[in-house]
């Protein structure tokens, strides 16, 4: 990947000044940008979409969707993504998942976990929002708050969230997790809770990410990518780490009294 993004670097010299910043954001964002189309990062640099596909023009690419794939292309390559591939030991695999754990609990900002188990014990209703691999998190998230007492859910159907973000009230917290950070579904209901007043937390996986900026409370995983060809297979289980600590904590404070 190092060596890719030092290629794009390199033809800033073709580049004009507007231009230079679409590249600069590419540089930095890249994680972020392959989730997003063509419209969305045009309104997030606030340039029009003709100066992003004529930045990645002079960037040797086809066009923004082109410069995507070379990015997932980059990122498969960077996480050694090999279908089948019998050379990959499984100790490779556990030190990822120590390194994720690891940095997911060096991330855990106590105070802040404190604070969310303060919003789970004054509201009235706990509500989930994940969609996707971001989902179970969540239902188990619900089922052990609603094991302990708290009415809480956690709901499959898309527009079934999106009716709950418009129904929930002050007196609610919703929590969302995603993956990104910038899921379009999860971003949508966090902006609709946002107009009702609802108290909110997000859990993502990727750093400065738009969610984040969207809630009362954010918290940081630590998720590397990982695909199997085409299949997802990044992991979900530092999102429950956290959602683990946050429900222990209400449980020991609120509950154990």
Not at 28 to 38: A, F
């Amino acid at each position: 990947m190092q060596a890719f993004l030092k290629r794009l670097s390199q033809q800033r010299e073709r580049l004009s000044q507007l231009e230079m910043g679409v590249l600069e954001y590419i540089l930095h964002h890249h994680e972020i940008i392959v989730h997003m189309n063509l419209d969305e990062l045009a309104k997030k640099l606030f340039v029009s979409t003709a100066t992003i596909s004529r930045t990645c023009q002079q960037l040797g690419f086809r066009g923004f969707q082109d410069l995507k794939y070379s990015f997932i292309k980059e990122t498969t390559k960077e996480t050694h993504n090999i279908a089948s591939s019998r050379s990959e030991a499984l100790s490779n695999h556990i030190d990822r998942f120590k390194q994720e754990i690891e940095s997911t609990i060096d991330y855990i900002d106590e105070g802040k976990i404190i604070e969310a188990a303060k919003y789970i014990h004054i509201s009235k209703h706990v509500e989930f929002f994940g969609v996707g691999n971001s989902l179970p998190p969540c239902v188990d998230a619900a089922r052990k708050l609603m094991f302990s007492g708290k009415i809480s859910s956690a709901r499959e159907d898309w527009d079934e969230l999106r009716s709950v973000a418009n129904s929930l009230r002050a007196d609610d917290l919703a929590i969302l997790v995603s993956y990104s950070g910038e899921t379009i579904y999860t971003l949508e209901y966090a902006s609709l809770l946002k107009k009702r007043n609802v108290k909110t937390i997000s859990i993502t996986g990727q750093h400065n990410n738009r969610l984040q900026q969207e809630v009362d409370l954010s918290f940081q995983a630590h998720v590397m990518n990982r695909y199997y060809g085409e299949l997802d297979m990044s992991s979900r289980f530092p999102l429950s780490i956290i959602l683990d600590f946050i429900i222990l904590t209400y449980l020991e404070k609120y509950k154990d009294s």
